[in-house]
Structures are given as C-alpha cells and as structure tokens.
C-alpha cells in the first residue's frame, strides 16, 4: 500500500510505501506527526497522519501479476505431470495463480479503504 499527502509548500503530491495496515498501526510505529521530505522542493514538512491518504500500490500489482505470469506455466507443466489427460484438473490447477492475483488485489483493496475510512483523531 502506498500513502500519499500534499507538500504545504509547493502542493506536490508525496508519496511512501508502507506496510502498516490501517492509521491506528502507522500512526503509533511512525508517528502521529510524520517528518516528510517533499522530493519537489526538499522541503521539510510535519504532516499529521490524518492528513494522508491511501492508494493502491503498484508494487502489489506487479507481485500479483508476476505471480500470476510466471505461475501459470509452472502449474501448467505441473498439472500435465501429476494429472496427465484430466483436463478438469488441469483447468482447476491453473486457476491458483489467477485465484492468488485476484485475493492480493482484493486484500489491497481492503487495506486502502480501511486506511482511509478511519481517522486517527478526527
Ligand atoms: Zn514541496
């Protein structure tokens, strides 16, 4: 997941990835006032964490869709041994890369949607 805020300086749009979960979590093991460096105008900014927001990060795309690329012809090659001419096993088998692309994006989704429904303090 990534989080954004906007530099009070020059109104750039910053942004970090973090692996905290929802605001309660980042805010106590980083901060309730996070230092942030703006990287438009290296200005030095205290933002409150209320003040950022949550978006989806390309990272777990990229992780999901690697899985999902690379999976897919390792389990095709996988199932044609352990399951020779049954295709239905065969199909079943090379859905899991697809089933685990689609349950990370969903769990993504979820991370971000909570991030940014709950507020720390206000
Ligand atoms: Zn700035």
């Not at 749009?13 to 309730?32: C, I, L, P, Q, W």
């Not at 950022?52 to 012809?73: C, D, H, R, V």
Request: proline letters at 3%.
């Amino acid at each position: 997941m990534k989080v954004y805020w906007s530099c009070p300086t020059c109104k750039e749009e910053n942004s970090k990835n973090t692996f905290h979960t929802d605001r309660v979590e980042f805010a106590m093991r980083e901060g309730e006032i996070q230092k942030v460096k703006c990287v438009r105008c290296n200005k030095y900014a205290e933002i409150p964490v209320d003040d950022f927001y949550a978006q989806k990060s390309n990272l777990i795309a990229l992780i999901a869709g690697g899985i999902a690329l690379l999976g897919t012809p390792f389990i095709f090659y996988y199932s044609m041994y352990i399951a020779s001419e049954n295709y239905y096993i065969i199909g079943g088998y090379m859905l899991t890369p697809i089933v685990i692309y689609s349950i990370m994006m969903q769990q993504e989704n979820t991370r971000v949607t909570r991030f940014n429904f709950h507020k720390f303090k206000r």
